[in-house]
């Protein structure tokens, strides 16, 4: 397992993140407890989750993700915790998500319910890394290639945001902050306010990145390795499409079928293109999820790869594909297809 550092941090974090949206709706507890064993036996110390997880949720299972990965730490014990990195998220409003807390902002009170009701979730006294899930504000995200207008009714509060973050710090309640789903814009003004006020640094962004949605390297990926900001890839599989799964029967157990509500990797163009790339990666003796696991891996502005698994197999498998490196024939290729079917799914 390869380690680096959190940008900005004294973190050191594997370069494969444990991705856990499944634990509570598609994996129960004990799976749940056998993924987290097996990813630590593996080197991962990276365990990433949100408050709204597991993925498909109600009000009945929301925030049992945390529930889970919390058991699993308490059964651990404290000092095999502290060798572990635990990132999770607030939610950000424009979601719909009627079932957690209301209202869904970045207010002072949101966001220390929602810090409380994490650390009592996962069973800890203090959160390594602390994302917003999303922006306050409506922008180009989730399938969204563009933006046709500012939201005008939102006020620019991130002086205040990083302010009630500085206190959390200060109270050991997190250690350090990120931001998800942004954008250029977005991760500038974090960085503005804090050089102005001396405030917390976001260490990370975490926004999807794959074969199929590489917009990350327009804009973000300057800023991020010129600011130091690391990028948490997720997605990586595309929501599992770039196992190539797809491109056969669709069983009921997929997640596609489980919440068909997720479109974004399922376009016309989205299919051409992972057949593209299962060819690219058959006449190289790799499997699709293999190359387009160590595509990501390889970018210079990575700092970790989110995988996620429903499966110990499919967990074994997506750990194995961090041990290929791609030539810069593969990489040629794959830069083909990308002009020729630019991401397809935003």
């Not at 058959?282 to 990501?296: D, G, H, R, S």
Request: negative net charge; charged residues 20%; glycine residues 6%.
């Amino acid at each position: 397992m390869n380690y680096t550092n959190l940008s900005n941090t004294e973190l050191k974090v594997s370069t494969i993140c444990l991705g856990t949206m499944t634990f509570g709706n598609q994996n129960t507890e004990s799976e749940s407890h056998a993924q987290l064993d097996y990813a630590i036996e593996r080197g991962i110390n990276f365990i990433d989750t949100a408050e709204m997880y597991p993925i498909g949720g109600n009000a009945q299972i929301v925030g049992s993700t945390e529930r889970h990965i919390g058991s699993w730490l308490n059964k651990i014990g404290s000092s095999e915790r502290q060798k572990l990195v635990v990132a999770t998220k607030i939610a950000g409003p424009n979601r719909g998500l009627d079932y957690i807390r209301q209202p869904l902002d970045f207010s002072k009170k949101s966001i220390h319910d929602a810090v409380e009701l994490s650390l009592k979730n996962l069973q800890i006294d203090s959160i390594d890394l602390y994302q917003m899930h999303w922006p306050e504000r409506v922008m180009n995200m989730f399938g969204q290639r563009g933006l046709a207008k500012i939201d005008s009714n939102w006020q620019d509060n991130i002086f205040e945001v990083l302010s009630i973050f500085d206190g959390l710090i200060k109270e050991g309640k997190i250690k350090h902050i990120g931001v998800s789903n942004e954008n250029p814009y977005g991760v500038m003004r974090f960085l503005q306010e804090t050089e102005k006020h001396n405030l917390p640094r976001i260490a990370t962004i975490q926004n999807p990145y794959s074969l199929l949605n590489r917009l990350f390297e327009v804009g973000l990926s300057e800023i991020c390795m010129r600011e130091n900001v690391g990028l948490l890839a997720y997605s990586p599989l595309g929501f599992g499409t770039l196992s190539g799964k797809y491109l056969g029967e669709v069983k009921p157990e997929y997640r596609m079928a489980m919440f068909p509500q997720f479109t974004r990797y399922n376009s016309e163009n989205s299919t051409k293109a992972i057949k593209l790339y299962r060819d690219l990666a058959e006449a190289n003796n790799l499997t699709i999820a293999q190359m387009a696991l160590a595509f990501v891996n390889q970018q210079n502005f990575v700092t970790s790869t989110i995988i996620g698994a429903t499966t110990l197999e499919q967990l074994k498998a997506n750990i194995d594909a961090f041990e290929v490196v791609l030539s810069p024939e593969v990489l040629s290729e794959i830069n083909k297809i990308q002009e020729l079917i630019p991401n397809p799914a935003p």
